[in-house]
């Protein structure tokens, strides 16, 4: 079965640079998701998207961020880089609009690792 | 605020023992979840349990609920040392989708 696709897998960037990450959800998934896992810490919801319209924001940056385009892929765009920006991003998708499925399953992608020097 | 606490953070076992995990949590939720990490990966979703629920099972899993205790436990049976990871809990509630994990608990699972 087709899972989420994140690329790329490994990034390494300056302080200050810009960076983009590229999301594929799985196919007919209507909602992406954005998660940034710091070493040895919990994932934290940054943003999502229904439909291609932002629907949740939670701990992001206001130099972050996200959009979700019409073949429903997201890309999360991130600028003056800090080295604390270091960490797992991971997106997530699933289904909400599904009629009598249970909601809230999110299917992860195996994650970015930025690394910012 | 963290909406989900992991019990303990860190739980070393021999294979075949049987592992049970606890998480709590603070507001009110539409439904708890269970994921699985393995060092630096990707989160695989093991198991979800609606509110109205109280115990539901998959496989080698056992997923429990307390909704008066807003706490949920996990119990992995004769674990195997490929169910070395890290397990967190997640929940969603209100009208929003998005997970708000715990801290995690790391299982180790000694042959």
């Known amino acids: 079965a087709a899972g989420v696709i994140q690329s790329p897998r490994h990034l390494i960037k300056e302080k200050r640079e810009t960076a983009t990450l590229k999301c594929y959800p799985i196919?007919?998934?209507?909602?992406v998701y954005w998660y940034q896992q710091g070493p040895g810490q919990d994932p934290q919801f940054l943003i999502s998207?229904?439909?291609?319209?932002?629907?949740d924001k939670g701990s992001i940056p206001d130099r972050f961020s996200a959009q979700q385009f019409s073949d429903y892929h997201s890309e999360l765009n991130m600028s003056s880089l800090e080295l604390g920006d270091s960490a797992l991003y991971f997106c997530?998708?699933?289904?909400?609009?599904?009629?009598?499925?249970?909601?809230?399953?999110?299917?992860f992608g195996p994650g970015t690792r930025l690394l910012v020097l | 605020s963290q909406q989900g606490e992991e019990d303990p953070q860190a739980l070393s076992i021999q294979e075949g023992e049987n592992a049970t995990m606890n998480c709590s949590y603070k507001?009110?939720?539409?439904?708890l979840q269970w994921y699985r990490q393995n060092s630096g990966r990707g989160l695989v979703h093991l198991i979800l349990?609606?509110?109205?629920?109280r115990e539901k099972h998959s496989g080698r899993l056992r997923v429990t609920l307390d909704t008066s205790k807003k706490s949920s436990s996990l119990l992995i049976t004769a674990s195997r040392a490929a169910d070395t990871a890290s397990y967190f809990c997640?929940?969603?509630?209100?009208?929003?989708?998005?997970?708000?994990f715990g801290k995690g608990t790391l299982l180790t699972v000694n042959p």
């Open positions: 997530a998708s699933s289904f909400r609009a599904r009629a009598g499925a249970w909601m809230g399953t999110q299917y």
């Open positions: 196919p007919r998934h209507d909602t």
């Open positions: 998207f229904y439909e291609k319209m932002q629907s």
């Open positions: 507001t009110s939720i539409n439904n």
């Open positions: 349990i609606r509110s109205n629920e």
């Open positions: 997640a929940t969603t509630g209100g009208s929003n989708y998005k997970l708000t």
